[in-house]
């Protein structure tokens, strides 16, 4: 089984930055995927930014150029560089880890809450 363990929400002014990181109970290195998503009150889940083993980076269109991931393999971690914060950008923020074996395998973190305030 697989932990991943969000940090660094928390509340930020509208133009301010947060750094999320999620770091991963195993090597990073077996998955295909990493990524985080959010969640917004009422709203479903949506992808936010991911980066495969090989470093190529995807990001919503809402959240590019302001938002940043990243993985550090030596540290089994993730991270999601986010500047220019707006009060849109509030959501539980989950990371994601997908292995590819025959099935996908999907594990997530418990969520990291960012609030912004206008």
């Known amino acids: 089984q697989v932990q991943l363990v969000e940090s660094g929400g928390g509340l930020v002014q509208a133009g301010g930055s947060l750094r999320l990181s999620c770091a991963a109970s195993?090597?990073?290195?077996?998955?295909?995927?990493m990524g985080w998503y959010r969640q917004a009150p009422g709203k479903q889940r949506e992808l936010v930014a991911d980066?495969?083993?090989?470093?190529?980076?995807a990001y919503a269109d809402s959240v590019k150029g302001r938002f940043t991931i990243s993985r550090d393999n030596a540290k089994n971690t993730v991270y999601l560089q986010m500047n220019s914060l707006k009060p849109e950008d509030t959501a539980v923020y989950y990371c994601?880890?997908?292995?590819?074996?025959?099935?996908?395998?999907?594990?997530w973190g418990q969520g990291t809450q960012v609030t912004v305030s206008s």
């Open positions: 980066i495969t083993g090989g470093g190529t980076t």
């Open positions: 994601n880890a997908a292995l590819q074996m025959g099935t996908l395998y999907n594990y």
């Open positions: 195993r090597s990073i290195f077996s998955f295909n995927v």
